[in-house]
C-alpha cells in the first residue's frame, strides 16, 4: 500500500494501517539506528523511540517529499538527541549478515567490529550520507531532505566518504 494512504488512514484512526506502517520501515529504520549506535538494544528502543514520535506528529507531515525520507529524520533526529544525552561509547554488536546486499563494497571486511570502526572513523556527517545511500538505498535527493542539505552537499558526502574509506583500504 501507498505510504500516503497509510498516513492518511492512520490519521483517520485506523490501527491496522499504523501496525502495517510499523511492519514496512521497522527493519529499515532499526538497521539505520543501529549503525548510529552501534548496539542492538539501544537500536531496538531508539527504533521504537522513531515510531512514537512519528505517530505522535504525524500531522506535521505535509505530503511534501518522501514519507520515508521524513521518517527516517525523525530517526535520525532521535538517535542524534540519545547520543547527545548518554554520550554514548560505541560497543559495536553489529552483525555484518544484516548489512543490505546493495553494499557489496565493503563486504570483504570480515571482521564485524573492523567495519563498524571504518564507518565511525568517518565524520559524522559522511558516514550518515553513506549509510543513508549505500546501506539504506536514499537517493542523493532524498539524503538531501532528511539532513536537511542540499542533494550536491549530500552527493559530495558520500563521495568523501568513498575516498576516506578508499585511502583506508576499503574498495567500493
Keep these: 500500500m501507498k505510504d500516503d494512504l497509510l498516513i492518511k488512514r492512520i490519521r483517520a484512526g485506523d ?5 502495517e506502517l510499523v ?3 521497522y527493519a529499515q ?12 538494544d539501544l537500536a ?17 507531515y ?28 560505541y560497543e559495536p554488536d553489529i552483525d555484518i549478515s544484516e548489512i543490505g546486499d546493495e553494499y557489496d563494497g565493503i563486504r570483504h571486511v570480515e571482521d564485524e567490529d573492523e567495519l563498524y570502526r571504518l564507518l565511525s572513523g568517518l565524520p559524522d556527517e559522511q558516514k550518515e550520507a553513506i549509510i543513508l545511500h549505500y546501506m539504506e538505498g536514499f537517493s542523493y535527493r532524498e539524503i538531501g ?7 550536491r552537499t549530500a552527493q559530495s558526502r558520500v563521495n568523501l566518504a568513498i575516498k576516506t ?8
Design 62 to 89: 505535509r505530503n511534501r517529499g518522501h514519507f520515508k525520507a521524513w521518517l527516517f529524520c525523525v530517526a535520525r533526529s532521535v538517535c542524534i538527541d540519545e547520543l547527545r544525552k548518554d554520550r554514548i561509547e
Design 15 to 19: 490501527e491496522d494501517a499504523a501496525e
Design 165 to 172: 574509506l578508499r585511502q583506508k583500504g576499503v574498495n567500493r
Design 23 to 25: 511492519r514496512k520501515f
Design 145 to 151: 531532505e532528511i539532513l536537511n542539505i542540499p542533494y
Design 29 to 40: 529504520v532499526m538497521r539505520f539506528c543501529r549503525w548510529q549506535c552501534g548496539n542492538n
Design 44 to 60: 531496538e528502543d531508539l527504533t521504537q523511540e522513531t515510531f512514537l514520535k512519528v505517530f505522535k506528529s504525524l500531522d506535521q
